[in-house]
């Protein structure tokens, strides 16, 4: 089973910067897509991110469009989140996640990363 760890979260005042990485375990890794996911109490878990494995096409929610960055390092089995002009409304726990396979879900989750923005 691949495990998944994420690490880079903390805290930072509003407008500053956090990058995220998730570096999933194995010795060959060539999932479909990795995805980033946020969760607060109150809204519960959203998607934030994803990128293709294969391509490095990516996907944003439209309430972090221009402020964040996924990339990978395929050679590394990483996955990064730059994080950028945070708001206190990015505050969460962030869970990155992987689908194996093109036309199944996120199977794997990580630990999770709490992100806090101060105003």
């Known amino acids: 089973q691949v495990q998944l760890v994420e690490s880079g979260g903390g805290l930072v005042q509003a407008g500053g910067s956090l990058r995220l990485s998730c570096a999933a375990t194995?010795?060959?890794?060539?999932?479909?897509?990795m995805g980033w996911f946020r969760q607060t109490p109150g809204k519960g878990r959203e998607f934030v991110s994803s990128i293709r494995w294969s391509f490095g096409i990516s996907y944003y929610a439209d309430s972090v469009k221009g402020r964040f960055t996924i990339s990978r390092d395929n050679a590394k089995n990483t996955v990064y989140l730059q994080m950028n002009s945070l708001k206190p409304e990015d505050t969460a726990v962030y869970y990155c996640?992987?689908?194996?396979?093109?036309?199944?879900?996120?199977?794997?989750w990580g630990q999770g990363t709490q992100v806090t923005v101060s105003s």
């Open positions: 996640a992987v689908a194996m396979q093109g036309s199944g879900p996120y199977e794997n």
């Open positions: 194995g010795r060959t890794f060539s999932p479909d897509r």
